[in-house]
């Protein structure tokens, strides 16, 4: 969940709009201190099924009749995801073999891009569109438009805009990945009450640990917006400049 706008090469250059860096990591910060802490309190509830979250997405995957698509487990720490090309869901270490109502939640919360895919959910088919413009107009956005910087005249606009037009890639896929992760969380609650995999009491607990899971994503969309916008205000006064 690293945000990697933080890490522009333009953090070297301190200007008034440097505020935006720091409004963007101190939320960061807040989203992913409240998902470790919501995740860990809810990590020690064990769920009354017994069930493991593997045990519970097999269950899950089945009722919505999804064959085709393996759990497995994956090494570390909220690595979790559904990876739609393989059809691989894999969990990680706090959730494969946990029976809390955290980790059963999380899993849960994977079979929903699951069953995303399987009905062909809309937003989904678009942010799988956009993975590979998204990361490449990360990598390069930045490199270009420091390149524009450093050149003058029409040469360096045409390096400013291509790089914005690339970063504005980055910030889209960032929008788009929102509702893909409400849904799944919303999917997920009504899955695990539908089976009866937990109680409903237990669903409150799940449920604010999606909530805080989707806090990171908010955070993360919000921080590529005031990237963007620094970047537009640091190109507006360069052209003011000229
Ligand atoms: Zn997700």
Redesign the pocket.
Known sequence: MINAYMYSPFMMYWDWTYIFVIIAAVISAIASMKVNTTFSRYSSVRAMSGMTGAEAAQRILRSQGIMDVQVRHVSGNLTD??DPRSKILNLSDSVYGSTSVAAIGVAA??C??AVQHQVGYAPLNIRSTLVPIANFGQTISWPLILIGFLLNGSVSQMFLYAGVILFSAAVLFQLVTLP??FN??SRALRLLQDNGILASDEIGKTRKVLSA?ALTYVAGAIGAILQLLRLLILIGGRRRDD
Do not use: T
């Open positions: 995801h559904y919360h994977e929903g891009h893909v992760e799944a969380s899971a």
